[in-house]
């Protein structure tokens, strides 16, 4: 989940624009980051450092026309600057940078000791480039980058650079890597968005495609065979601006306030793919939707609304579990993976595991030529533009609103989705008000300080709980659970003390008697009971007013919990679109 950016052209400033590309990567990883160019007299040199790039400058590099760059999250090794990229071969004239985990790193590493390499990080990824050097002495550079990548096993990409040349090599086997093409100047990036401020020509190296690239050319081969291979490219619909704060202070808030305007959207699209989605659903023999994290919650009320609605039994799993209990798929089971990034490992390891039971594949994400998106057989866009923030809210919305929709398609009355929809667009609106984001901000004061915080609801309101618990405790890092409300008195409740913040679900739908029983149970053993109800109650101690939307009610209830989240992290000064020890898109296993 580390970002990469290469770039060799025409420009004499390579180490600013491949720094430039590294901070819309972030998001990707930021525990350390690093920038080489080949400068004066063709040496390499390398700036790194550990922490988030923040202001800070690569003047010390010197100008160059070629450099490479990576933001880090660790997975092998601590997190140091000796441990981050670009790692530097022992002659110091190749310089490489990965994404991706080498399993075998380490009796790789035991030959190359034994050939008089020196090693100086704890990492997997400096195995790579010893390895290239070592090949180096013997084939071209586009060569030993083949030859050194069919040695590693596990998913990786690599970029690597050599001292005196204008040339890039990239290769990729399940970490995503894409070419942009410019005018006399070329580049590559693990994330499309990196390059849309230079271009938004694109082609996205499919698994075991390696690309040779300098400022006017772009040549790509088959990883395994070595033979070239044609390809087309593609141009991105989305430019730089989408992928901007503009006058937000956060790309969280940014992406928050989105969510009306991608909710109508998805009602009001004309092409209604949810109608394609509700068509396979029906052919298939049993539904199965993985995701994980947030994507896994989409899922889990993705199965109350398939349903509620349409009265379809699907199943769902978290997608780091589905690969130990899909034995019983069968070829025409469906398998419907959610993911915004199309890039979680543990996600594609359950579906490549799933095709091997000759399952049908389909997959609903948020990045177009992702991973996902090429390894399924059907896939559909969330459509709700790049997502930037660690905290996934506008692409979680999206995924909400296109199950809705292709849950009313299943039941045969599409238009009721599009009316319930547009309801529930209306809702967070409304929720997005003045009086809405005053109510949620003070809550956030109130709360601010607390040890534990407590989510509980019914039916669509239980994965609407676990969500929110998710997001406070990613953006807070206040410890947050979320139950179903029925489980409270089963053990639960025992956590309950004076004055703790127990956050309940109180939709006007079947739950709503159920839940206020509930709100009473907590409040009797001191809980501080913050109603989220379209109507007020005397059991709430705080009331956040949310508008039903009959089963798009979700929507807002999350959105809620979004607020709250971004507010109680402003509240702690934790950084809402970096939260610790997090990356974007998690592809290691
Ligand atoms: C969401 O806020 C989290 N950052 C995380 O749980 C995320 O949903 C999960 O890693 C799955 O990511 P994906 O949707 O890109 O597959």
């Known amino acids: 989940m580390c970002g990469i950016f290469g770039y060799t052209g025409s420009k004499t400033n390579a180490a600013e624009v491949v720094l430039d590309g590294l901070k819309k990567l972030e998001y990707r990883g930021y525990d350390s980051w690093g920038v080489s160019v080949s400068g004066a007299k063709g040496k390499i040199s390398v700036c790194k450092n550990v922490g988030k790039i923040g ?145 938004k020509t694109v082609y996205y190296l499919k698994d075991s495609e390696l690309v040779y690239v300098n400022k006017d050319t772009v040549t790509l081969f088959d990883a395994i065979t070595g033979k070239k291979k044609s390809f087309k490219k593609i141009v991105l619909e989305h430019g730089e601006k989408a992928s901007q704060k503009g006058e ?149 919305i999206g995924m909400l609103s296109h199950l809705l929709l292709t849950s009313y398609a299943l039941k045969g009355s599409y238009e009721d989705g599009k009316k319930t929809l547009l309801k529930a667009s209306k809702s967070v609106k409304d929720l997005l008000g003045k009086d809405g984001i005053k109510s949620i901000k003070k809550l956030a004061r109130k709360i601010a300080q607390v040890e534990h915080i407590y989510v509980v609801g019914r039916g669509l309101s239980y994965p609407a709980s676990l969500e929110v618990a998710l997001k406070i405790k990613e953006m807070s890092y206040i410890h947050t659970e979320g139950f179903a409300a029925g489980e409270l008195k089963h053990g639960v409740i025992s956590l309950i003390t004076k004055g703790t913040p127990c956050i309940v679900f109180a939709p006007h739908d079947e739950t709503y008697g159920a839940n206020i029983s509930g709100a009473m149970e907590l409040k009797a053993r001191g809980g501080y009971i913050i109603g989220v109800s379209n109507k007020d109650h005397e059991v709430f101690d705080y009331h956040i007013s949310v508008k039903d939307a009959l089963e798009g009610t979700i929507i807002p209830n999350v959105v809620f919990g979004q607020l709250l989240a971004y507010y109680l992290a402003i509240e702690r000064d934790c950084d809402p679109d970096m939260p610790r020890n997090l990356a974007k898109s998690v592809t290691v296993k």
């Not at 380490?106 to 050939?115: A, G, I, P, S």
């Open 248 to 396: 937000f202070k956060h790309f969280m808030l940014k992406e928050i306030y989105e969510q009306p305007q991608i909710i109508t959207s998805i009602a009001n699209d004309t092409t209604m793919p949810d109608r394609k989605l509700a068509q396979i659903i029906k052919e298939s023999f049993g539904t199965y939707l993985v995701g994980c994290g947030t994507a896994a919650y989409a899922c889990l009320a993705g199965s109350y609304l398939f349903s509620k609605v349409a009265k379809t039994h699907v199943n769902w799993a978290v997608g780091s579990e589905f690969g130990y209990h899909l034995d019983f798929l069968k070829n025409k089971s469906l398998v419907l993976a959610l993911s915004q990034s199309g890039e979680t490992m543990d996600i594609l390891e359950s579906v490549k595991k799933a095709k091997t039971k000759k399952a049908t594949l389909a997959c609903l994400v948020n990045v177009y030529g992702s991973s996902l998106f090429r390894e399924s057989h059907y896939n559909f866009m969330v459509g709700a533009g790049p997502e930037k923030a660690v905290a996934s809210t506008k692409a979680f």
């Open 55 to 199: 202001n800070a400058t690569v003047k010390t590099l010197s100008a160059s026309t070629i450099g490479i760059g990576h933001t880090r999250w660790a997975t092998h090794g601590g997190v140091t600057k000796k441990n981050s990229h670009p790692h530097l071969s022992c002659d110091k004239n190749i310089s490489l940078i990965h994404n991706g985990i080498i399993e075998n790193y380490d009796t790789l590493r035991e030959k190359l000791v034994t050939q008089c390499h020196t090693f100086i990080s704890e990492t997997d990824s400096e195995v790579a480039v010893h390895l290239v050097e070592q090949l180096r002495k013997k084939y071209d550079l586009t060569e030993s980058v083949r030859k050194a990548f069919l040695k590693l096993k596990g998913l990786n990409a690599l970029v690597v650079m050599e001292s005196d040349s204008e040339s890039l090599v990239a290769v990729s086997n399940g970490s995503p890597v894409v070419v942009g093409f410019g005018e006399h100047e070329n580049m590559v990036a693990s994330d499309a968005d990196a390059l849309t401020s230079h271009t």
